[in-house]
């Protein structure tokens, strides 16, 4: 299996990319986010709001998976999932996480590390009682990442939880909201010739400090 032929028949970063003016970048990081945000969902990025998110168990061990961004706060990002689950234990004993987005079709990558909060119960009752009852019913099963014995079980069960959504569309188990508070954010614009653009914020006392990174 040569996989390194098939590699070089789609290479990377060969796109036509926007020019970022790290000069006239806001002080925000947070407008920045909201701006290039805007920026690939017009310029017609795919699931723009899918990222890569990483966690640590207690031993140190990270672990990562693509996960949506549901919101955007004045201090941090807001994303859903089950306590129950891997990340959900990572996040019980250690609070350090990362989120990656990469926007292919841009050549744009934000990085973003920090710490998650998780929401109250009361907060997360009532996003769940908004959810797809689908969404709903995968969420009572409440076994994100335990193993699973066979496929039928999958659908058994499922069966089960969407019939018990429907006899009571309140019912909430395990749906937890999570707030990352970012203590830093990248933002790397790539360029077909490699002189990339990489600007950092570092959260300090009174805001945040900008600098430029070697690519
Ligand atoms: C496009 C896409 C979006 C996803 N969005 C979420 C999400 O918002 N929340 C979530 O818990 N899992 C989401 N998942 C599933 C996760 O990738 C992962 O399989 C699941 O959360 C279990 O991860 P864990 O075992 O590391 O906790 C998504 C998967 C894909 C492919």
Redesign the pocket.
Known sequence: MDIKKLIYKSPALAGDYPDFKVETAPDDPFETFYEWFGHAVEAGVL?PS?FMFS?VDEEGAP?S????L?DMEDDGFI????AE????QDMESNKSVAMTFYWREVGRQIRITGHAEAAPEEVNRNDFIRRHPASKALSLTAK??FELGSMEELEREMREAARLVEENPEAFKTWTLYKVVPSEMEFFQARKDLVHTRLKYVRVDDGWEKLLLWP
Do not use: A, C, L, P
Not at 65 to 68: K, W
Not at 79 to 82: A, E, L, M, T, V
Not at 85 to 88: E, H, L, N, P, V
């Open positions: 699931e899918v966690t672990s998976r693509i996960v949506n549901r994303i859903g999932s089950n689950s891997r990340k959900g994100q990442s």
